[in-house]
């Protein structure tokens, strides 16, 4: 099978295969995201075809069973940490960003970090990393406390702001919920916080 060619992608045939992974509302939720990120690309000057591609697939192994995500692990020889072992609500993003090979045939690096830190994001995101993450939080069906502010920071050029506002929402949450925190979320917060002075 040849690499997908990024940007002559039929669009349907991928929604279709990713109907028969995702629930109708993370369907929807993909496209919106997909959208959310053209809109993003066109501020911050980014290829839309790939951030279109990388937004449509970001979630497709969010309702892998335990026996799927076994799967990916044992072909691909995933290293999955404490945190991310049998939690697929922080697993889904690194076993997705193999399944985007596997399944879909993408080999471009850019989707596959894309895909890979959507939830918690890392030290030094590129570009198209921090138009998937915040896409994500902002996409139109969002609806949750300070989303409004996170879509204008995204909408007006201060993309490392709006990241650096999400991660500190979700760390208090995290907090206040008595939850672990990932220590990618706390380096990305760090290094751009470093990087914005
Ligand atoms: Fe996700
Ligand atoms: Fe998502």
Redesign the pocket.
Known sequence: MNNLDIHNIDKDKIIEKLSTMLKPN?LQ??IN?ANCAVKLSEIYSYDKDKAYLAGLV??CA?YFTKDQVDFYVKKYNIKLDPLETNNIALSHSVIGSFVIQDVFNIQDMDIINAVRY??TGRENMSTLEKIIFMA?MI?EDRNFPGVDELRKLSFNGQLDKALITSLNNTIKFVIENNQLIHPRSVSARNYLMQENI
């Open positions: 993370r939720h993909s995201v970001h979630d969010k959507h939830t994500d996409e």
